[in-house]
Protein backbone atom coordinates (compact mmCIF):
# COMPACT_ATOMS: atom_id res chain seq x y z
CA UNK A 1 0.00 0.00 0.00
CA UNK A 2 1.09 3.41 -0.71
CA UNK A 3 -0.75 7.20 0.38
CA UNK A 4 -1.94 8.44 -2.81
CA UNK A 5 -3.75 11.76 -2.05
CA UNK A 6 -4.82 14.17 0.47
CA UNK A 7 -8.08 16.09 -0.15
CA UNK A 8 -9.33 19.47 0.56
CA UNK A 9 -12.35 20.78 -0.21
CA UNK A 10 -12.18 24.53 -1.52
CA UNK A 11 -14.51 27.80 -1.47
CA UNK A 12 -12.41 28.99 -5.14
CA UNK A 13 -10.68 26.52 -7.12
CA UNK A 14 -8.88 29.24 -9.20
CA UNK A 15 -7.65 31.02 -6.29
CA UNK A 16 -6.57 27.64 -4.80
CA UNK A 17 -4.50 26.64 -8.34
CA UNK A 18 -3.21 30.08 -8.24
CA UNK A 19 -1.68 29.62 -4.84
CA UNK A 20 -0.48 26.14 -4.87
CA UNK A 21 0.81 26.22 -8.41
CA UNK A 22 2.11 29.83 -7.92
CA UNK A 23 3.28 29.95 -4.40
CA UNK A 24 4.18 26.70 -3.53
CA UNK A 25 5.22 25.55 -6.74
CA UNK A 26 2.96 22.61 -7.46
CA UNK A 27 2.31 21.41 -11.06
CA UNK A 28 -1.16 21.25 -11.83
CA UNK A 29 -1.24 16.89 -13.13
CA UNK A 30 -5.21 16.77 -14.06
CA UNK A 31 -8.55 18.53 -13.37
CA UNK A 32 -12.17 17.39 -14.50
CA UNK A 33 -15.22 18.85 -13.83
CA UNK A 34 -18.62 17.18 -13.29
CA UNK A 35 -21.56 18.57 -14.43
CA UNK A 36 -23.99 16.29 -13.16
CA UNK A 37 -22.45 16.47 -9.44
CA UNK A 38 -21.55 19.90 -9.78
CA UNK A 39 -18.23 19.66 -8.91
CA UNK A 40 -14.48 20.08 -9.90
CA UNK A 41 -11.48 17.93 -8.95
CA UNK A 42 -8.16 19.10 -9.67
CA UNK A 43 -5.11 17.24 -8.95
CA UNK A 44 -1.59 19.18 -7.94
CA UNK A 45 1.89 18.17 -6.93
CA UNK A 46 5.59 17.80 -7.18
CA UNK A 47 5.97 14.96 -9.46
CA UNK A 48 3.61 12.23 -11.26
CA UNK A 49 0.64 10.99 -9.23
CA UNK A 50 2.51 7.23 -9.96
CA UNK A 51 5.33 8.23 -7.97
CA UNK A 52 3.79 10.91 -5.52
CA UNK A 53 1.43 11.32 -3.21
CA UNK A 54 -0.50 14.47 -4.26
CA UNK A 55 -2.91 16.83 -3.29
CA UNK A 56 -6.66 17.20 -4.53
CA UNK A 57 -8.53 19.97 -4.56
CA UNK A 58 -12.19 19.69 -4.93
CA UNK A 59 -14.69 22.60 -5.71
CA UNK A 60 -18.16 22.10 -4.76
CA UNK A 61 -19.68 24.51 -7.67
CA UNK A 62 -22.52 25.54 -4.93
CA UNK A 63 -20.21 26.42 -2.19
CA UNK A 64 -18.23 28.82 -1.40
CA UNK A 65 -16.56 28.20 1.60
CA UNK A 66 -16.28 25.88 4.52
CA UNK A 67 -16.41 25.95 8.20
CA UNK A 68 -12.76 24.14 8.76
CA UNK A 69 -13.99 22.52 12.47
CA UNK A 70 -11.06 22.05 15.39
CA UNK A 71 -10.20 18.25 13.62
CA UNK A 72 -7.79 19.77 10.68
CA UNK A 73 -4.33 20.29 11.34
CA UNK A 74 -2.01 20.61 8.40
CA UNK A 75 -0.19 19.00 5.30
CA UNK A 76 3.41 19.06 5.47
CA UNK A 77 6.25 19.85 3.05
CA UNK A 78 10.35 19.21 3.53
CA UNK A 79 11.81 22.20 2.36
CA UNK A 80 16.04 23.25 2.03
CA UNK A 81 15.89 26.55 2.98
CA UNK A 82 12.92 27.51 4.93
CA UNK A 83 13.94 31.29 5.08
CA UNK A 84 14.14 31.56 1.62
CA UNK A 85 11.20 29.63 0.73
CA UNK A 86 9.37 31.91 3.35
CA UNK A 87 10.07 35.15 1.60
CA UNK A 88 9.39 33.86 -1.68
CA UNK A 89 5.78 32.99 -0.16
CA UNK A 90 5.36 36.43 1.04
CA UNK A 91 6.87 37.98 -2.07
CA UNK A 92 4.68 35.71 -4.11
CA UNK A 93 1.41 37.36 -1.73
CA UNK A 94 1.11 33.91 0.47
CA UNK A 95 0.92 34.89 4.08
CA UNK A 96 3.47 32.98 6.38
CA UNK A 97 1.52 32.76 9.80
CA UNK A 98 3.91 31.33 12.20
CA UNK A 99 7.99 32.54 10.73
CA UNK A 100 10.65 29.91 10.82
CA UNK A 101 11.82 28.60 14.37
CA UNK A 102 12.32 25.47 16.32
CA UNK A 103 9.35 23.37 17.07
CA UNK A 104 7.95 24.28 20.85
CA UNK A 105 9.83 21.23 23.16
CA UNK A 106 12.29 20.21 20.07
CA UNK A 107 14.73 21.28 17.63
CA UNK A 108 12.93 20.61 14.21
CA UNK A 109 12.78 23.78 12.44
CA UNK A 110 9.07 24.43 10.94
CA UNK A 111 6.66 27.22 9.69
CA UNK A 112 3.56 27.41 8.54
CA UNK A 113 1.74 29.31 6.17
CA UNK A 114 -1.88 29.35 5.08
CA UNK A 115 -3.87 29.15 1.78
CA UNK A 116 -6.99 31.22 0.52
CA UNK A 117 -9.63 28.77 2.74
CA UNK A 118 -7.64 28.90 5.90
CA UNK A 119 -5.68 26.03 5.61
CA UNK A 120 -2.23 25.37 7.40
CA UNK A 121 0.85 24.00 5.53
CA UNK A 122 3.93 23.22 7.82
CA UNK A 123 7.03 23.76 6.03
CA UNK A 124 9.86 21.70 7.68
CA UNK A 125 13.51 22.55 7.04
CA UNK A 126 15.10 19.13 5.98
CA UNK A 127 18.42 19.19 6.73
CA UNK A 128 17.88 20.00 10.63
CA UNK A 129 15.01 17.42 11.79
CA UNK A 130 14.95 16.61 15.41
Known sequence: ???????????????????????LGMQLLRRKDYPSGRFT???????DEADNTVLELTHNWDTSQYDLGSGYGHIALGVDDIQ?????????????????????????VIAFVE???GYKVELIQLSSRG
Request: aromatic share 6%; with cysteine.
Open 1 to 23: MRMLHTMLRVGDLERSLSFYTEV
Open 84 to 108: AVCDAIRVKGGKVVREPGPMKHGTT
Open 41 to 47: LAFVGYG
Open 115 to 117: DPD
